[in-house]
């Protein structure tokens, strides 16, 4: 079993930066794929960046890419999402999630993700 908790969310100006933070417990970290998925009100949740378990691979829906950075610290057990150049348009509750395949890289659909934590709001003002 995989705990996952977010944290580094809030409130920013558009342009603006905040780091998303997930800690994890429960199981080895470092044999697994991570990833971000957000959900704003009214909208399906959708992939935002996924990090297989070595860190070397990382993948970004195109929304995000130039903006976003996911990266990993397999000793910290803690997957990070950096987002810098914020837009109101990224206003949603972000989640991470993890699964239960070794060595895997990350998968952008939201079916192949059994382990999520609670999310944390990020909200952008323009």
């Known amino acids: 079993q995989a705990q996952l908790a977010e944290s580094g969310g809030g409130l920013v100006q558009a342009g603006g930066s905040l780091r998303l933070s997930c800690a994890t417990s429960?199981?080895?970290?470092?044999?697994?794929?991570m990833a971000w998925f957000r959900q704003a009100p009214g909208k399906e949740r959708e992939f935002v960046a996924g990090?297989?378990?070595?860190?070397?691979?990382?993948d970004y829906a195109d929304f995000v890419k130039g903006r976003f950075t996911i990266s990993r610290d397999n000793a910290e057990k803690t997957v990070y999402l950096q987002m810098n150049s914020l837009k109101p348009e990224d206003t949603a509750v972000y989640s991470c999630?993890?699964?239960?395949?070794?060595?895997?890289?990350?998968?952008?659909?939201?079916?192949?993700?059994?382990?999520w934590g609670q999310g944390t709001q990020v909200t952008v003002s323009s």
């Open positions: 990090i297989d378990w070595s860190g070397d691979n990382t």
């Open positions: 429960g199981r080895a970290f470092n044999r697994y794929a």
């Open positions: 999630a993890t699964n239960s395949r070794l060595w895997a890289n990350s998968s952008r659909n939201v079916e192949e993700y059994n382990y």
